[in-house]
């Protein structure tokens, strides 16, 4: 839910917070702050912590991890259930809801983790 409530901000890279913007790990990493959970700030450190979780098992709330550039991870979203992640994806797009049945992402999926 705190994921979603930024629709909208704008997309900064290295941003980390709704005044200043976002950037896709930045976004994980205020929402489960806003938790009180404490996770590694960037995508790549992301994806290598937390516990892995099928693509089946994931629950709303769980980090969702691409690869955009190249084969490696590149890219991380906040699961928000129904095959629908919470992401800031790029420079000039804001923080929105995406499905990952989408054949952008879809082919792009690289695994699911869980911090809490």
């Known amino acids: 839910m705190r994921a979603k409530s930024q629709k909208g901000v704008p997309y ?3 941003g980390r917070s709704p005044e200043k913007g976002f950037d896709c790990s930045g976004l994980a990493w205020w929402s489960y702050s806003q938790e009180r959970i404490g996770i590694p700030r960037t995508t790549k450190t992301q994806y290598r912590g937390g ?3 099928s693509r089946k098992g994931l629950l709303p ?6 690869h955009t550039v190249k084969k ?3 890219h991380v979203g906040v699961y928000a259930g129904g095959r629908k992640f919470v992401h800031a994806p790029r420079s000039g797009k804001g923080v929105r ?3 990952m049945d989408n054949s952008y992402w879809k ?7 869980r911090y809490w």
């Open 107 to 113: 082919h792009r999926y690289m695994g699911g983790r």
């Open 51 to 53: 516990k892995k979780i």
């Open 72 to 74: 490696s991870v590149s």
């Open 61 to 66: 709330g769980d980090l969702v991890f691409f």
């Open 12 to 14: 900064r890279y290295g």
């Open 97 to 99: 809801t995406s499905s």
